[in-house]
């Protein structure tokens, strides 16, 4: 079986759908019944698949498009261009690693998407104004038109059902975790010479749903009030994003210059680093549609405090530190990171079957499976 996964984004830098696309590719690559993936990516996106990735697999090839990364232009593209790339490959099915906008009746063959999150209808400020009422309008016409829908998490799905109704009855829904594996991946500390120990650790976008103005200042009342080493660094790793600016202004007018470190690409031996030489991750969100930095953390048993809404308490379980987002979340975070510093840590989390790569492209094979017979 011949798989095409559409992975053609905007981002010039790695990011979770990006990893995502290389982690599904890899996972199928290692199973017999699939012969060949093809990942479609921009040409702008070449390089960081290649180096930041590990896609050394045979049955796995890229394909770059040489368009300009432009909304318009990429999503034409989509329209017009990636059916007839499906047909001249032929491809079997084809996977869309992220809600975009097509026409099913020009594919030659089946075609499934991952839904992520519900960002566009929970989070419209991610996106901004008009924009997000394009990309609504495109989540749903992907939706709509779509064979299958793989949903990353439970919450997901239960997200899906209350802005899309009887969702259930008019597309076949499957849950499947993305899976995290770093037995390929040897540790390499991260050639940014301003990196140094201790330090707290972050792994988000500048979303306004990622808070991490909240971690910001609880990091500084830490620091204020000798909770933690004044060496202690915040070190964040994400893409830039609709609160960059913001998350600048902040860390100027709290004189955090010399304190937080942002980084926006590393490849994968350098975020295995950063997970385990971190006193702790912090993910403080207010939504999240699985949120892969807190399942990677936990496979390389990372001390964890995150914020306690559902979709944490689904991946995370007992493993984690939890705290609240409502009254004083400054706070109530900046105690939760020095109730966990102070614990003892077993450094023992046995991973978690649900997240096992075997497992995840077993479900994939099954899903397409379904998909298949109609």
């Known amino acids: 079986m011949h798989i095409l996964i559409a992975a053609l984004h905007r981002p010039t830098k790695p990011t979770g759908v990006c990893r995502h696309a290389a982690n599904l590719a890899r996972c199928l690559a290692d199973t017999d019944k699939i012969s060949k993936v093809t990942l479609v990516l921009g040409l702008w996106q070449k390089d960081y698949f290649e180096t930041s990735f590990s896609l050394e697999s045979d049955k796995v090839s890229l394909v770059s498009v040489d368009i300009k990364n432009m909304s318009i232009t990429r999503n ?36 499934v998407a991952t839904i992520h999150d519900l960002y566009p209808y929970e989070y419209p400020e991610n996106f901004g104004y008009p924009n997000v009422l394009f990309n609504q309008l495109f989540l749903e016409q992907c939706i709509n ?81 000798n909770q933690i080493k004044d060496s202690t660094q915040l070190i964040i790793i994400g893409s830039t994003g609709p609160e ?29 680093w950063l997970y385990e030489n971190c006193q702790l991750l912090v993910v403080p969100s207010s939504t999240e549609g699985f949120c892969l930095p807190l399942a990677e ?38 105690n939760a990171i020095t109730d966990s510093l102070s614990e003892p840590y077993s450094n023992q989390i046995i991973p978690e079957q649900r997240f096992c790569k075997l497992n995840t492209a077993h479900q994939y094979l099954n899903f397409y499976a379904k998909i298949l017979e109609f």
Request: glycine letters at 2%; proline letters at 4%; hydrophobic letters at 40%.
């Open 145 to 225: 038109n779509s064979d299958g829908l793989s949903c990353v998490s439970q919450y997901t799905v239960e997200r899906l059902k209350e802005y899309f109704s009887q969702i259930e009855q008019r597309k076949k829904l499957s849950v499947i975790y993305n899976y995290v594996d770093f037995s390929h991946v040897t540790s390499q500390a991260p050639k940014s010479t301003n990196t140094r120990l201790p330090f707290l650790l972050a792994v988000a976008q500048h979303r306004k749903n990622k808070n991490l103005d909240i971690l910001i200042k609880s990091y500084h009342l830490l620091l204020k009030t």
């Open 244 to 272: 960059t600016e913001n998350i600048h202004n902040q860390i100027q007018a709290l004189s955090l210059q010399d304190r937080i470190l942002l980084m926006t690409s590393i490849d994968d031996r350098e975020l295995r």
């Open 297 to 334: 953390a936990l496979y390389l048993s990372c001390r964890v405090v995150c914020s306690n809404i559902p979709i944490f308490r689904e991946i995370g379980n007992n493993n984690c530190n939890y705290f609240e987002l409502q009254g004083d979340t400054t706070r109530n975070l900046a």
């Open 76 to 111: 034409l593209w989509f329209l017009w261009d990636l059916p007839k790339l499906a047909k001249q490959l032929h491809a079997d099915l084809v996977h869309l690693a992220f809600p975009l906008p097509f026409i099913r009746q020009l594919f030659p063959c089946p075609v």
